[in-house]
């Protein structure tokens, strides 16, 4: 592997799944135009759903899914230690994503209308920082491919990973959407980080903020802006709680 | 520039043999407001019936044609040799039918900086070169601001120009492209009648305008009011969305960024459209950030529209759209804004 005449080491990457849906590793082999490419850049030493071959000898771990029970928080910093780069793949990964809302109520009554019997032990879910130090974090749910494979593309040229700073709307303009607030509903694409290309806009759904806080945040105009439609704070605030991704932006509301 | 007038049946045939022969992009409808208006965009059309003439205004504006949100600039294909550079100005010939006035004058505008001026963009004027422009008069929407910044009228820019005088079209025919294609077509001298009809009609539209802001003297009063509390009033609703540029039919900024293929193969050199509004618009290699303040992003947007343009070509770059406050999620006003600053507001 060679880039403009300077060789590439192709890089030892190994996947992980935690309490997640595996949407984000099922991303990973999606775009299979070019999966050949992206294949090549990286060898994968371990990856459940794609071969029962495990090796340890990995140097970047991409860890999907979130915290929520005890014995996964030894695999994880297990992991840590044999993994040079750390990566957090999607939103639960990064911010504990849609099983987040698991830590509004109690374990107990979350355990007992879920199961009758056999009742597993769980914690309240916590996303992968809070348990290692996280190197890198790519949200999304699910993460983009697109996204992705630019970054596997960086981390193989050792090149900067630019993130980008500005919010969805930018994407939602690209693809000539008409705006969710000029029709009178709630979206949260202005204060999202772009990268999706707006994708759920672009499906007919407003953007709820997967991918966390974009740059430069303006929450309690957006709240006004929102309240102004005649959208109740209850149903803003619930649905910003929705992936956990968007909890800083209402931090220094009070 | 010729001037002459055609039936509504003629145009109906002129535009229906122009849709069979060339790619043709129209307002249709896309979507409807909060209010339940019809929401608008230029799209390629397939028959006249498609049409919807009488539309208010676009979204987003015809200036995509010309300068797209992305566009390759050059791609790079590696070889033994090292690599090979290929860049493509070629577009297919296009009409637009239905370009309303203020639009042909932002064209006009964009002209000036991207044709005209110290650094020509060989992509636009490729564009601009292969779009046929066939324009057309409206009554204005009570938010249409363009006769405050004169832009209401048009006297080139575009190929024909159609003004509905009842039975039939006024129509302003601007190129020998335009006069080549009518060849096929009954079209009829302009009689003292249609003349007559043509002045009431444009006087008519003229007094139609609810929607005024005084922009004389603004380059100076933005100068004098640069630490005005009105940039912190507007600035407090900015979301920093950029989406006002997005729409604008005079914002031409961009960024660009270098993209390598998967396969390690070819790269591309990638333009896309940005915005001042937007966070690192003004951030510098080192991290430096000369902007942080959304206001004063706000702030720089009017002036780059009513003293940066006005310095270089004695004209604002705003052409009085309100496309900007249509897209807007916090529905900031150009013309409040500029009223604010005016103290026209204060009782
Ligand atoms: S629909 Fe959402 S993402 Fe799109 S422009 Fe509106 S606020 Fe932004
Ligand atoms: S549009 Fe919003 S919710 Fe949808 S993928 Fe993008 S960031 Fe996530
Ligand atoms: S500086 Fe701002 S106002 Fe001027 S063209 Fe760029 S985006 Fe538009
Ligand atoms: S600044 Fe607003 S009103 Fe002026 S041309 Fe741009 S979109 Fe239209
Ligand atoms: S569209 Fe409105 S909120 Fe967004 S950057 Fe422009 S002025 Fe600010």
Request: aromatic share 10%; proline share 3%; hydrophobic share 35%.
């Amino acid at each position: 592997m060679e880039f403009s005449g300077i060789p590439l080491k192709k890089l030892r990457a190994a996947f992980f799944d935690f309490t997640s849906c595996e949407g984000c590793q099922l991303q990973i082999l999606n775009h299979e135009k070019n999966l050949p490419d992206f294949l090549s850049l990286i060898e994968i030493v371990n990856f459940r759903e794609i071969s029962s071959d495990k090796r340890d000898d990995y140097e970047i771990a991409f860890i999907e899914g979130a915290v929520s029970r005890k014995d996964q928080i030894d695999r994880l910093k297990d992991i840590r230690k044999k993994a040079k780069l750390v990566v957090s793949l999607g939103t639960c990964a990064c911010y504990g994503g849609v099983n987040a809302i698991k830590n509004n109520f109690s374990i107990e009554s979350m355990v007992d209308e879920v199961y009758k019997e056999n009742k597993p032990e769980t914690i309240p879910v916590q996303k992968i920082s809070e348990i290692i130090s996280v190197d890198l974090e790519i949200p999304g749910c699910p993460v983009s491919k697109i996204e992705l494979e630019y970054i596997i593309l960086c981390l193989a040229l050792g090149s900067v990973i630019e993130k980008k700073k500005y919010p969805v709307c930018i994407e939602c303009k690209q693809n000539m959407n008409h705006c969710f607030i000029d029709k009178g509903s709630l979206c949260f694409g202005a204060i999202t980080r772009a990268g999706c290309d707006s994708i759920c806009v672009n499906g007919g759904l407003p953007c709820y903020g997967c991918r966390g806080p974009s740059a430069s945040v303006n929450w309690m105009s957006l709240k006004n802006i929102l309240i102004d439609k005649g959208i109740t704070e209850e149903e803003i605030l619930e649905k910003l709680s929705l992936f956990n991704s968007l909890n800083e932006v209402i931090k220094d509301e009070n | 520039m010729l001037f002459k007038t055609i039936t509504k049946e003629n145009l109906r045939t002129f535009i229906t043999n122009i849709i069979k022969e060339n790619q043709t992009f129209a307002p249709v409808v896309v979507s409807t407001d909060a209010d339940n208006n019809p929401i608008y965009q230029f799209k390629k059309v397939d028959s006249f019936e498609e049409i919807k003439i009488n539309y208010t205004k676009s979204y987003s504006s015809i200036k995509n044609f010309f300068l797209p949100y992305k566009e390759d600039l050059s791609t790079f294909h590696f070889n033994e040799n090292g690599w090979e550079q290929k860049i493509n100005y070629r577009v297919n010939p296009r009409v637009l039918f239905g370009v309303r006035a203020c639009d042909i004058n932002a064209l006009i505008k964009l002209d000036q900086v991207l044709m005209k001026g110290s650094f020509p963009h060989p992509y636009y004027i490729a564009r601009r070169k292969n779009t046929f422009i066939i324009g057309l008069d409206h009554e204005p929407m009570a938010d249409c601001f363009c006769q405050s910044l004169d832009t209401n009228e048009v006297v080139h820019g575009f190929d024909i120009f159609l003004t509905d005088i009842g039975p039939k079209y006024f129509m302003l025919i601007n190129s020998s492209k335009a006069f080549n294609l009518l060849k096929n077509i009954t079209i009829e001298e302009v009689k003292e009648e249609d003349r007559e009809n043509y002045i009431k009609e444009k006087n008519r539209l003229a007094s139609l305008f609810k929607s005024h802001v005084d922009v004389t003297g603004m380059a100076n009063l933005m100068d004098i009011e640069f630490e005005s509390s009105v940039w912190q009033k507007w600035g407090d609703k900015c979301l920093s969305c950029g989406s006002c540029a997005m729409v604008c039919p005079t914002c031409y900024c961009y960024t660009v960024c270098e993209k390598i293929n998967l396969s390690l193969k070819t790269a591309s050199k990638e333009k896309m459209l940005y915005s001042c509004n937007l966070i690192d618009f003004a951030e510098v290699a080192g991290g430096h950030n000369f902007r942080p303040k959304s206001s004063d992003r706000l702030k720089y947007r009017y002036y780059h529209q009513h003293r940066g343009f006005v310095e270089s070509f004695d004209e604002s770059k705003c052409v009085g759209c309100n496309r900007c406050q249509k897209a807007c999620p916090a529905d900031i006003n150009p013309v409040e804004v500029l009223r604010d600053l005016r103290k026209e507001n204060i009782k």
